[in-house]
């Protein structure tokens, strides 16, 4: 099951960084499937939105994930201001949620 997760899910608005990671999130899909391209699959892309009432989504730059584990990290994202905000990680092509997780800054 793809997941993301924060590492302080209680930061101080303004001056905590958190990492943001996704697990098992698939790299490429069989839909599509050409054994004469390399790679023979077509590679999923995501992005990760942070998002909260009232304020500008923080989002990051369009990824694949690893191969092996389907991680990848968004170091030291900042919240501007307080409040609850969610994670999401989506996918590019449609712009879906496929995980999320919730962060409270003070």
Known sequence: MTTIA?????PEAGVDGVNFTTADAPAYTSVGYNADNYPASPAILY????EATDEDDLVSERFVPDVTNGEF?????????AGTWTAHLRLDADDSSVANVVVTAS
């Open 6 to 10: 924060a590492s302080n899910a209680t």
């Open 47 to 50: 992005y990760i939105s942070v």
């Open 73 to 81: 990290v968004w170091p030291a994202v900042v919240m501007p201001a």
